[in-house]
């Protein structure tokens, strides 16, 4: 079944203590990216990645980092959480834009997080 | 710059049929879609539009786009309980990420039985 997978699905966590959230596709998907949700906000772009090694900043990358080895894992990692991180974070996937048809994205199942 | 905006919040009757607005700022967006998220769950994509249609029908589904006043609206006819969930509309961003999705706020539909 081809799926986003991350994990954990719910974490609590203290101010400054790192901690990393993985995201593991099965498409053979090249583009990646880390949204966080948070209300009347919508979804917004933390990071992005084009293909293996290949990395980009989002719209709200502050306090966070990624890393790309392998085409199907995708972690996003917070070296310093802080309380503003709380939030609620989908990884998602999509082949590459062709530009001739619709490039739909995969959507994880989401993990809540909390920085206290 | 680029934003998408819809309203928050919208309550309708089982039977009824709902309509979702957004309004977006990217003219040069090819592709609009909606996506849906019931609680405790990911995004699915809905359905999607390409910028030279003005409408779509998918089942239940109608999207109708107006690109002279950048409006975009997803039509539910006969709502269902199972309908319930936050609905995004997105455009596809451009520049040097053409995957890049920009999402609006969200509306949460409420279906009363």
């Known amino acids: 079944e081809a799926q986003v997978t991350q994990n954990p699905r719910y974490l609590i966590t203290v101010t400054g203590k790192k901690l990393t959230v993985t995201c593991s596709q099965n498409?053979?998907?090249?583009?990646m990216s880390w949204y966080r949700q948070d209300p009347g906000l919508g979804l917004r772009q933390i990071y992005y990645?084009?293909?293996?090694?290949?990395?980009d900043k989002g719209d709200v990358p502050e306090g966070y980092k990624v890393s790309r080895k392998e085409k199907r894992n995708f972690p996003l990692i917070l070296e310093s959480p802080s309380p503003n991180q709380t939030s609620l974070y989908f990884c998602?996937?999509?082949?590459?834009?062709?530009?001739?048809?619709?490039?739909?994205?995969?959507f994880g199942q989401g993990t809540r997080l909390t920085v206290v | 710059g680029e934003d998408v905006e819809q309203s928050l919040f919208l309550s309708v009757r089982e039977g009824d049929s709902s309509v979702i607005n957004c309004t977006y700022t990217?003219?040069?967006?090819?592709?609009l879609y909606w996506y849906k998220q019931e609680p405790g769950a990911g995004l699915q994509l809905l359905t999607y539009?390409?910028?030279?249609?003005d409408m779509k029908q998918d089942q239940r589904l109608t999207v109708l786009l107006n690109k002279k006043d950048k409006h975009l609206s997803l039509r539910i006819a006969d709502t269902q309980t199972g309908d319930s969930a936050i609905y995004f509309c997105?455009?596809?961003?451009?520049?040097?990420?053409?995957?890049?999705?920009?999402f609006g706020t969200g509306t949460l539909l409420a279906v009363q039985p």
């Open positions: 498409m053979n998907h090249e583009y």
């Open positions: 539009i390409f910028s030279n249609m």
């Open positions: 990217d003219s040069s967006s090819t592709y």
């Open positions: 998602a996937s999509s082949p590459p834009d062709r530009g001739r048809a619709p490039t739909e994205a995969f």
């Open positions: 997105a455009e596809r961003g451009y520049g040097g990420a053409t995957n890049k999705l920009i």
């Open positions: 990645s084009m293909n293996v090694e290949v990395t």
